[in-house]
């Protein structure tokens, strides 16, 4: 079965399942800036076997790294409207931690940022609120966003920021998107 919707950004989400005996779900996420998708080719997932016919390669085995194993950030950038005070540095390195421990990066690798006393309105309100980003090559996933939403909760509940008033997103990067040392990950 192949689904393909396609929004007004002209984001084309492709989701292959296949089912028989094992539950395969890949999904390919592409991004087209100003051109459409008339025809998708699907060739380069296609090899050709030893009789000279193309066949499919969706299901074949493939060699997996952990994303803890990835070398690249996750950075955390963090925005709020309430004064940390003394405490910023405190709550950043609970951050950092928390981090390491949900994605499995070294601590070395972890970069965060917070900047407190910023005008915010979240829901037409100045009252406590923070939004927030976390960017990594790998490591994102349902169950590791919510184990770092659930600690940033935490950590900045003691002043005032209830959970229901933060906004946080995740995004797993591209190795050519994330630079570092005078190049990208993919160089």
Known sequence: M??????????????????????????QVFAFSNVGVQNSDFSSHTKMNSNGNEESTFGSKVDCVHPSTLPGDPSLLFVTNVDLGDKKIEVMKACSKAIEAVTGKPEQWIAVSIRDKEDIIFGGSEDPAALGCVYSLGSISMESNGAMMRSFAEFLEPFGVPADRMYVNFFDMPRANIGWNGRTFAD
């Open 2 to 27: 192949m689904l393909v919707f396609q929004g007004k950004s002209k984001n084309i989400l492709t989701a292959f399942i296949f089912v028989g005996g094992l539950f395969n779900l890949s999904l």
